[in-house]
């Protein structure tokens, strides 16, 4: 099948006034079941998810014995488990995205998956920082098209009232990444570490270097498979056919240009952008530098630390978190003013308050759960002195079971909620678990015994798991099809920046700060969840309207709908 997609200029963005017209009334679109092609999206999609999480995860679980190995702390860690993975994953998912939404998604998500299994490879040689960051650079870039291009996949794969079981098969592979980071790292790990007890081990390798090579291995034929998969009809499940892009490729790299830091003043100057815009971007950088330079003190001074070691310099890690979270905002400011300059209707679709809204409450959410996953296989090992393969084994599998269960359930429940109440139904099932969770997360995290842990954090992961499926079809529910790809890159830079980008590190300072405790450090990050639900009830008593109005803030920036 022919590659359809949007047409679009070499800038951010797919084409403004991209003529749209409907489908036969006799086509996928109006058939409720899902076809064979769809059921096979759906297992190499999920995953491709699961391989993402595996090789982003898996540090989570041999932190412990990296630490260790190489003599550094929880708050470098967090700098690696999250801020250095997110700078890159964050910038790279926007060109990336824009390449999903007018490229061969197949083909491209094939690449990147090959990529990022083999820069995770790459850790397995680290004797230090600097490696072991690079092959989280690496990781960042290559998994940046990797949610954008598998949700469009699926939106095109499937009916629209079944995409609920879509999310929720990609739910299904993130948690059984989630657990075979943890199970395989865990006990290959070990068993190397056991093997060679006294010496010898090949290319010097410990437990932990074996186990990043072991992680990254299977992403080889599964990118094969990706690569071979027939590519979807773009926007032919919602009734919508759009023009081939001309230039996908030149569309992507003025994304990158648009955004980046320092190349995004060429963008202006050659978009002949006027003094208002400027003012927007100095003022909007200024501030953004202010309020970084303001954190850098207020973190050093809660949790000093001391400088990374990059060969020839050093540099403070507080500096370096900042740095990236300014980075990341300044980033988010270029990117709508790209949409501003280059494509109207996209740039309209975005202010939908609805949509920025759940964007942000996916990014808080997401910083809790970064934040746990990151650090509980270590609480598990130093406060209940577990070996590494007994919580990779225990902790991971679990986690896997409780998400895996959680996702079948949601998925179904969404697009039952979605059929019976429409979005309101969805927001309802995202409030309910995200507004009662924090109370089971603080109840978990005080166990004093492992039995005690493991029982509580059966009920509060069921709970938790419950919000993903219904979140992501509402944020995909407010697009145009041709804007698929680069508004879930947007939504994804949000999520990284204050997720994982803002949750390990602050879970590690406040480790750090008191003297390793991480229970107390894991409670801590449960701040933020008033926050979330009072984000939620307002996109409850304003979705239905922000939702119909989809299509008139297309018209409203020229597309013709």
């Known amino acids: 099948m022919s590659d359809s997609t949007s047409s679009a200029p070499p800038a951010a963005g797919s084409a403004p006034g991209a003529p749209l017209t409907p489908a036969s009334p006799d086509g996928a679109g109006a058939d409720n079941r899902i076809s064979r092609y769809g059921w096979h999206a759906i297992i190499l999609m999920s995953s491709a998810q699961m391989m993402s999480l595996l090789d982003r995860q898996i540090l989570s679980i041999l932190a412990n014995d990296i630490r260790t190995d190489l003599g550094i702390g929880d708050a470098e860690m967090g700098l690696l488990y999250g801020t250095v993975f997110a700078l890159f994953y964050a910038l790279f998912s926007l060109p990336l995205g824009r390449l999903v939404d007018g490229w061969v998604r197949t083909k491209l998500l094939a690449i990147c998956l090959g990529a990022w299994s083999f820069f995770a490879g790459l850790a397995a040689f680290a004797q230090g920082f600097t490696l072991l960051a690079i092959s989280r650079i ?49 006990i290959v790990a070990e068993w ?25 291995l299977p992403g080889f034929p599964l990118a094969w498979l990706i ?46 952008a006027g003094s208002r815009q400027w003012t927007i971007n100095l003022v909007g950088l200024a501030l953004i530098v202010g309020f970084c330079a303001v954190m850098v003190q207020v973190t050093g001074t809660f949790s000093p630390r001391p400088p990374l070691d990059f060969g020839s310099f050093t540099l ?32 309209h679709v975005a202010l939908n308050p609805s949509l920025i809204l759940l964007m942000v409450v996916g990014g808080l959410q997401t910083a809790i759960n970064y934040g746990i996953m990151g650090f509980t ?23 896997a079971l409780l998400a895996t269960i959680g996702a079948v359930v949601a998925g179904p429940l969404t697009d039952f909620l979605g059929k019976k109440l429409g979005g309101r139904g969805m927001i309802v099932l995202v409030l309910l678990s995200l507004g009662i969770s924090p109370f089971f997360g603080i109840w978990t995290f005080s166990a004093e015994t492992t039995t005690d842990f493991y029982l509580r954090y059966v009920i509060y992961s069921l709970i938790l798991t419950l919000w993903l499926p219904p979140i992501y079809t509402l944020i995909l529910g407010l697009v145009l099809p041709r804007m698929r790809g680069i508004i879930f890159s947007t939504y994804l830079i949000i999520m990284t920046l204050l997720g994982q980008g803002l949750g390990p590190y602050v879970v590690g300072i406040v480790s750090d700060r008191n003297g390793g405790d991480l229970a107390s450090a894991i409670i801590s990050i449960n701040w933020v969840a008033p926050v979330i639900v009072l984000l939620l009830v307002i996109v409850l008593l304003r979705y239905r309207g922000d939702e119909d109005g989809v299509l008139g803030r297309a018209r409203k920036g020229g597309e013709e709908v």
Do not use: C
């Open 192 to 216: 190397w570490d056991l093997r060679y007890a006294d010496g010898g081990a090949p290319l010097g390798f410990s437990g932990w270097q074996f186990a990043f090579l072991v992680a990254s």
């Open 377 to 399: 296989p270590s609480l598990l090992i130093r406060h209940f002195e577990l070996s590494t393969a007994e919580a990779g084994v225990q902790f991971g599998l679990l986690s």
């Open 316 to 347: 403070n890690p507080h500096v370096l978190q900042w740095a990236v979270v300014g980075f990341g905002a300044f980033v988010v400011l270029n990117l709508f003013q790209s949409f501003k300059l280059t494509d109207m209707p996209t740039f």
């Open 138 to 186: 690496g990781v960042g870039i290559g998994e940046g098209a990797t949610q954008p291009a598998a949700n469009s996949i699926l939106f095109d794969s499937l009916p629209k009232s079944r995409r609920g079981i879509a999310m929720g098969g990609l739910g299904v592979g993130l948690a059984l990444g989630l657990g075979l980071s943890m199970a395989l790292g865990g």
């Open 227 to 272: 690569y071979k998969l027939r590519e979807p009809e773009r926007g032919e499940m919602d009734g919508i056919t759009s023009k081939k892009d001309p230039a996908p490729f030149k569309a992507s790299a003025g994304v990158l240009g648009a955004v980046t830091p320092g190349s995004n003043w060429f963008f202006l100057w050659r978009r002949d």
